[in-house]
Structure formats: structure tokens, C-alpha cells
Nanobody, 119 residues
Framework: QVQLVESGGGFVQAGGSLRLSCAAS????????MGWYRQAPGKQRELVAT???????NYADPVKGRVTISRDNAKNTVYLQMNSLKPEDTAVYYC?????????????WGQGTQVTVSS
């Protein structure tokens, strides 16, 4: 079993910045791709950014140029640096990890962290 614990959400004014963290813990696992997704009230969960084990990144168009995803493989942690935040960025942000435990591939989600951006 692998647990993902997110932190760093909060309340910020438009134009501000936040840094989210997601740490994976467990035993005998290897993390492949990691990513951040978000879900605003009344909307479906959507991609924000992903990063491969080797560091290749992908960003959703609404956040390109304002968000940076990174990871520390030694710490099994992924980060999301968000700058120039807008009210439309308000959502619950979820961490996702594609994990291999032995020969089994499993996807895990964190519990989510709230980000609120005021205008």
C-alpha cells in the first residue's frame, strides 16, 4: 500500500503564489509518472500537470507559463509551484502517482488540498 499526502494549499489573493507538495510513502514500490489534477465545484476533475520519472513535463493549457511541476525522486515527492494565480484556479488539487509494486501497476490518489484564490 502506498499513501500520498498533499500539503501547501490555502487562501491567496489573485496574483499570488502557492507551492503544493505531495509525498508518497509505503514499502517496496517504484513511482513512475506523477501528476497534479484539480476539481472545481460542479466541474469534472481535470489535468494540471504531469511529470515522468525522468523529468519530462506536460502542462494543461490554462496553467502553462504560470505553473511548474517538479519532483525529488529520492524523497518520492512531487511539487507544484503556482504563480500568478487567478480566481479560476480555485479548486481542490489532487496528487496522482502511477506506482509499480513488484509486477503490479497501481494508480494512487491523494486526499486533495484546497486552493482558494480571491479576486
Amino acid at each position: 500500500q502506498v499513501q500520498l499526502v498533499e500539503s501547501g494549499g490555502g487562501f491567496v489573493q489573485a496574483g499570488g503564489s502557492l507551492r503544493l507538495s505531495c509525498a508518497a510513502s509505503g514499502r517496496d514500490f517504484e513511482i513512475n509518472d506523477m501528476g497534479w489534477y484539480r476539481q472545481a465545484p460542479g466541474k469534472q476533475r481535470e489535468l494540471v500537470a504531469t511529470i515522468t520519472q525522468g523529468g519530462a513535463t506536460n502542462y494543461a493549457d490554462p496553467v502553462k507559463g504560470r505553473v511548474t511541476i517538479s519532483r525529488d525522486n529520492a524523497k518520492n515527492t512531487v511539487y507544484l509551484q503556482m504563480n500568478s494565480l487567478k480566481p479560476e484556479d480555485t479548486a481542490v488539487y489532487y496528487c496522482k502517482a502511477n506506482v509499480r509494486v513488484g509486477a503490479i501497476a497501481v494508480t494512487y490518489w491523494g486526499q486533495g488540498t484546497q486552493v482558494t484564490v480571491s479576486s
